[in-house]
């Protein structure tokens, strides 16, 4: 099977999440990269602000075909219980364009089902997802999978 993991990750923990798992499993991998003030504070609080009103942000290019995946893997960090703001702003560009979509979602603290996003994601794409999971970490413990729906749990 020909899959590609989507990611957005601010701090590195979903792109080292998203490494290892397409060494594993053989997937490719897009970064989704947001443009305005990179490297810097105000890029740190745009993408706070973005998130929590929901606003899209700029991303960087890219050109894939996804046509040619058997599965795409979105995994989708949660801030302030909200979705991450270049992931939302990715899921509204490819809306209807995704098939068979998976949806692994990462996040500490309170382990959560996070139905509204998943309800929202599937929504947007026009798409049900064929498995939606978490990777999660209680506070000071280490990030570990749990199944919410489907059956992949990348595998
Ligand atoms: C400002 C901020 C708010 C967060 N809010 C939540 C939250 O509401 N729920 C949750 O489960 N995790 C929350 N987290 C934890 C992130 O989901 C977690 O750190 C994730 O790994 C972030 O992805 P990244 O490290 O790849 O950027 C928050 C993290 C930050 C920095």
Same mark, same amino acid.
């Given at each position: 099977?020909?899959?590609?993991?989507?990611?957005?990750?601010?701090?590195?923990?979903?792109?080292?999440?998203?490494?290892?798992?397409?060494?594993?499993?053989?997937?490719?991998?897009?970064?989704?990269?947001?443009?305005?003030?990179?490297?810097?504070?105000?890029?740190?609080?745009?993408?706070?602000?973005?998130?929590?009103?929901?606003?899209?942000?700029? /991303?960087?290019?890219?050109?894939?075909?996804?046509?040619?995946?058997?599965? /795409? !893997?979105?995994?989708?960090? !949660?801030?302030?219980?909200?979705?991450?703001?270049?992931?939302?702003?990715?899921?509204?560009?490819?809306?209807?364009? &995704?098939?068979?979509?998976?949806?692994?979602?990462?996040?500490?603290?309170?382990?959560?089902?996070?139905?509204?996003?998943?309800?929202?994601?599937?929504?947007?794409?026009?798409?049900?997802?064929?498995?939606?999971?978490?990777?999660?970490?209680?506070?000071?413990?280490?990030?570990?999978?749990?199944? /919410?729906?489907?059956?992949?749990? &990348?595998?």
């Amino acid at each position: 099977m020909k899959s590609i993991i989507v990611y957005f990750s601010r701090t590195g923990k979903t792109a080292q999440v998203a490494r290892s798992w397409s060494h594993r499993i053989g997937a490719s991998r897009l970064e989704i990269i947001p443009m305005a003030w990179r490297g810097t504070f105000r890029e740190v609080l745009h993408y706070v602000c973005a998130t929590l009103t929901r606003k899209d942000m700029e /991303i960087d290019l890219y050109k894939v075909d996804f046509e040619k995946y058997d599965r /795409i !893997v979105l995994m989708v960090p !949660v801030i302030c219980g909200m979705m991450s703001a270049p992931m939302r702003t990715f899921a509204r560009q490819e809306a209807g364009k &995704l098939h068979n979509v998976e949806y692994v979602i990462i996040h500490k603290g309170i382990k959560m089902r996070h139905k509204s996003l998943i309800a929202w994601l599937d929504k947007t794409l026009g798409e049900k997802h064929v498995a939606a999971s978490s990777i999660w970490a209680g506070w000071g413990k280490e990030y570990k999978p749990a199944r /919410i729906d489907g059956e992949s749990i &990348l595998k």
